[in-house]
């Protein structure tokens, strides 16, 4: 079963008389778990009102650029960057020939130039407006530019006639569209991820912790399951639901998570280790819960064991991935966390304004021994396939006899 769990879709409806099937694409794109937002241009409200898309997206329509409501914050870009993927079903022939000209006068030819998320077309028209030389140049120039097509399809027509032209069936969109985000770049491949904080135990009730959430460890998880690898997930304690097809091993303490993380290192090719792991742990534990009977109270504590560098030492070792998370001087932490620690790669963010800890978004600063990108501002679900697509390149690159 094709699945768009937790994937954010943007559907574009243009002026076509397929318009009419876009309502059962939009329910059908959420049955597959995705996030649907919708957006028409004026030619497609003639064919199908916005109001029956909102009913079955459950999110407000957008029709026009020049909405001063929404763009006081900068809607369409909003909306751009929030997509993981763009689809436009149906795409009429004068919005593909306005996308290849880079025209950009209605809120979904913006929206298409401003997204950098993966843009798919798929077309809807009379046959011979299909097989015109203009619109077969005007997608040539987009298949360049890397948009995808998907279809058109051939059979009967609305206007009677019998050819290619046809917008694909809802189904065969949504499963194509799934299929997008398979991209096969750790196939056969197994992938274990940390995930979450630890707690480390004060007393029966109190313990020392962090802040994380564990979205970001989830979503590499999940990115590398849909790039083809077993994938076990070690979490921390978060309030996450596990990603379809990924073995989930929970875990509470820095020493479980250690445990847990050494006795599935054998067929590990990579170790990507997301978890906010405590550093320290109080030496020891208190029977009873704490009183509030003096005015302060030292706790002595000790380091937890270094999970990463545990696995780093293996020989032979993992693809070994760390993360770092940093309020300052976030590089030259990262790059002696990489040299140190003997890793493949380390991604490092800084904590806080939106991003990092306690947020959806993120930004990634990925460092390798000869080299590294900067990953900007994105969605953690985002940033995680970026993160998971270099890792492969990566990996593969490392020694291409040994992973041939």
């Not at 199908?48 to 909102?54: A, C, K, V």
């Not at 299929?179 to 313990?207: I, M, W």
């Not at 077993?230 to 989930?248: I, M, N, Q, S, Y």
Request: net charge negative; with cysteine; charged share 25%.
């Amino acid at each position: 079963m094709f699945s768009l769990i937790n994937k954010r879709i943007l559907l574009g409806v243009t002026g076509s008389i397929a318009a009419y099937k876009s309502a059962d694409l939009v329910r059908r794109l959420r049955e597959a778990g995705a996030e649907v937002r919708v957006v028409m241009t004026k030619g497609a409200t003639e064919f199908i009102t916005p109001l029956t898309l909102q009913a079955l997206s459950g999110a407000p329509v957008r029709t026009s650029l020049l909405d001063a409501d929404a763009e006081a914050a900068m809607g369409h870009i909003e909306l751009a960057r929030w997509a993981d993927a763009v689809l436009v079903a149906p795409a009429s022939a004068d919005f593909i020939a306005r996308l290849a000209h880079g025209r950009a006068d209605d809120l979904l030819a913006a929206l298409c130039l401003a997204s950098e998320a993966p843009l798919v077309l798929a077309p809807a028209m009379n046959r011979a407006m299909w097989a015109n030389a203009a619109t077969r140049d005007n997608c040539e120039l987009l298949r360049e530019r890397g948009v995808r097509f998907f279809g058109p399809a051939q059979g009967v027509q609305a206007c009677g006639e019998t050819g290619p032209g046809r917008m694909l069936e809802p189904p065969e969109l949504v499963e194509r569209l799934a299929a997008l985000f398979q991209t096969g770049a750790l196939a056969g491949l197994s992938v274990l991820v940390t995930a979450g904080p630890t707690r480390e135990a004060l007393d029966p009730v109190r313990y020392l912790s962090n802040r994380s959430s564990g979205k970001m460890g989830f979503a590499v998880a999940r990115a590398a399951a849909e790039a083809g690898a077993r994938v076990t997930l070690v979490a921390g304690p978060v309030a996450l639901a596990a990603p379809p097809g990924v073995e989930r091993v929970d875990v509470e303490s820095a020493q479980e998570m250690y445990d847990a993380v050494m006795a599935r290192t054998a067929d590990c090719d990579v170790f990507i280790a997301v978890a906010a792991v405590a550093d320290y742990r109080p030496t020891s534990v208190a029977d009873d819960k704490i009183k509030k009977n003096e005015a302060s109270i030292s706790v002595a504590m000790e380091r937890t064991p270094d999970i990463l560098a545990a696995v780093a030492r293996l020989s032979p070792a993992p693809f070994c991935v760390g993360f770092a998370a940093e309020t300052a001087d976030l590089r030259r932490y990262a790059e002696d966390k990489l040299l140190r620690k003997g890793l493949a790669m380390v991604a490092a963010n800084e904590v806080g304004a939106g991003v990092g800890f306690d947020s959806d978004d993120n930004a990634l600063e990925v460092l390798w021994a000869d080299g590294g990108v900067s990953l900007p501002r994105a969605t953690k679900q985002q940033l995680g396939r970026q993160l998971i697509s270099l890792i492969g390149e990566r990996y593969h690159a490392k020694d291409p006899v040994e992973n041939s």
